[in-house]
């Protein structure tokens, strides 16, 4: 069963969509600041997954929010694909000091 919206509907669904979706920008900008704080400065393991593991949530998120104000599947293989070089990336930084 498909379920027919009208457009003013779909277009307030896309626009909350974007609120939620910027909502959470913010939030990203900071973990990205904290992440160079805990790698480069501090040098803080603990600190580096704990922000990666925010920016994570918040990403996915993110990704969620803009899917659901379009009405698109919010599951997808592509955003975790996507995911993975961030995260490779992080992990061949942060090795060194977990193997120290």
Excluded: H, K, N
């Excluded at 979706?21 to 600190?47: N, W």
């Amino acid at each position: 069963m498909v379920e027919r919206r009208s457009e003013p509907e779909r277009r307030a669904r896309a626009l909350m969509g974007v609120v939620a979706a910027s909502a959470l920008a913010y939030p990203l900008v900071v973990c990205a600041v904290e992440l160079v704080f805990a790698q480069l400065l501090t040098v803080d393991v603990v600190a580096v997954v704990g922000w990666l593991a925010l920016a994570l949530v918040c990403s996915v998120a993110f990704v969620a929010a803009v899917r659901w104000g379009a009405a698109r599947r919010i599951l997808s293989p592509w955003l975790l694909l996507g995911i993975a070089p961030p995260a490779l990336y992080e992990l061949w930084l942060t090795w060194p000091l977990l193997t120290a």
